[in-house]
């Protein structure tokens, strides 16, 4: 798929962290092909970064993952077993410790699967590659893409670089002319400014500059705001954080520049939406998933945010709590086209046999024969503009579809 609008956290986070990605493939086997599994039970565990700069983004996929294995241990488990969450690692957003974390799901916590996973490193998804080890979760790193053994909550394939539909039908959409990019100097922010910048060359709008220059966490952006009033742009694209696309909104409309449309690719949060709604006041986003404003669209969100007020009243709703939820939901489909005779290669071989997955109706067909090396051929996303203080759908509804890297911007 193109870059996802959860993606930069990557980024960030890893600036913040400062660490390099370790070698994960050393380390023991993998303990059999029905590891933690028994007559009436079935042991998972996963990782998050619990702690570090972003923890609080991403320690919640667990609570999503969590409240689906609790609704169907209710409804009897699957098979007569239950699926037990044996363990919660942290990974506290530090590549070695990731690597380590991976491994002692494995070699010390005798889990079947690791289920969930979400951290902006994650060198320890080469360790669980190699050893075929099903795994789910977050899938914003390299390393969900190459195993046929690793599962994301929409996919696996991840393009980095490559050109995005998306971009040109939402300039064609809102009007755009030219555009400027900004993003951090960090590799993954770098790398997603390439792919936009090629694709809004691609559907034929004006690429005023592509600013890869800016320190994560700079305090300043009055010199870059000044180039896009010299310049003409009408709409801005970010490859940065929330601090950072919030700093650029804030500049521009000191600029008198508040009538420039800015798309960000990270953001759709109430949390964030609270803390700062004059900044975020006529941004556009793009979600993968049918937006939570319409959750009567689906009945798979429906039954999340049903199930989440049930289960977890006090966790904040957001896109990682989801992405848990899709994960377990896809665990559990797997479980039971594997049949009772249960391995990880069956599991492993039921899921990559789905070629429509869509978490009922949360998110656009996900396609498990081709996810693991190329994009699906059809992308569906969500767009979204704040108006009056909130997020609101926009264009079609739930989703817009259209081929994947599309020559020219689709009519649909």
């Excluded at 974390?101 to 690791?114: I, M, P, Y």
């Excluded at 199930?307 to 039971?336: C, H, Y």
Aim: aromatic share 10%; glycine share 10%; with cysteine.
């Amino acid at each position: 798929m193109g870059v996802n609008v959860k993606m930069l956290a990557i980024a960030m986070a890893v600036a913040v962290a400062g660490v390099a990605c370790s070698n994960a493939s050393s380390g023991g086997g993998s303990g059999g092909q029905t590891q933690g599994v028994s007559g009436n039970e079935i042991q998972v565990g996963g990782m998050a970064a619990v702690t570090g700069p972003l923890g609080d983004q991403y320690a919640p996929i667990f609570d999503g993952a969590q409240a689906y294995f609790d609704m169907v241990n209710e409804q009897g488990g699957v098979f007569g077993r239950k699926i037990k969450l044996v363990a919660k690692l942290d990974d506290a957003t530090d590549a070695t410790r990731n690597a380590s974390q991976a491994r002692a799901l494995v070699e010390q916590h005798h889990v079947f699967a690791v289920i969930p996973v979400a951290s902006p490193v994650f060198p320890g998804g080469k360790y669980l590659g190699d050893r075929n080890i099903p795994t789910f979760g977050w899938h914003i790193n390299p390393e969900w893409s190459p195993g046929p053994s690793m599962f994301g909550q929409d996919g696996s394939y991840i393009d980095f670089t490559g050109v995005n539909t998306f971009d040109g039908y939402l300039g064609k959409h809102i009007g755009t002319k030219k555009v400027a990019i900004f993003a951090y100097t960090v590799s993954q922010s770098r790398d997603c400014a390439t792919g936009a910048e090629k694709s809004w060359k691609q559907y034929g709008f004006d690429v005023a500059f592509n600013d890869s220059s800016l320190a994560f966490g700079t305090t300043s952006m009055d010199a870059d705001v000044q180039r896009v009033k010299d310049a003409g742009v009408d709409t801005v694209v970010t490859c940065m954080d929330v601090t950072g696309n919030t700093l650029l909104s804030k500049t521009l409309r000191r600029a008198g520049l508040g009538n420039v449309k800015q798309f960000w690719p990270t953001g759709y949060d109430a949390k964030e939406l609270a803390q700062f709604p004059d900044l975020y006041e006529n941004v556009y986003f793009r979600s993968g998933f049918v937006p939570f404003e319409e959750a009567n669209l689906s009945p798979g969100l429906a039954q999340f945010l049903s199930e989440m007020k049930r289960r977890k009243p006090n966790t904040q709703i957001s896109e990682v709590v989801l992405a848990g939820w899709i994960d377990a939901d896809l665990f559990v489909k797997g479980l039971q086209a594997a049949g009772r005779d249960l391995t990880r290669q069956k599991l492993i071989n039921a899921i990559n046999a789905i070629t429509d997955y869509t978490a009922n109706g949360i998110e656009g067909p996900v396609n498990w024969k081709v996810q693991h090396t190329q994009a699906n051929p059809t992308d569906c996303d969500a767009y979204l503009q704040v108006q009056h203080g909130k997020f609101t759908p926009i264009f079609k509804q739930p989703f817009v579809c259209y081929p994947h890297a599309s020559p020219t911007i689709p009519n649909v």
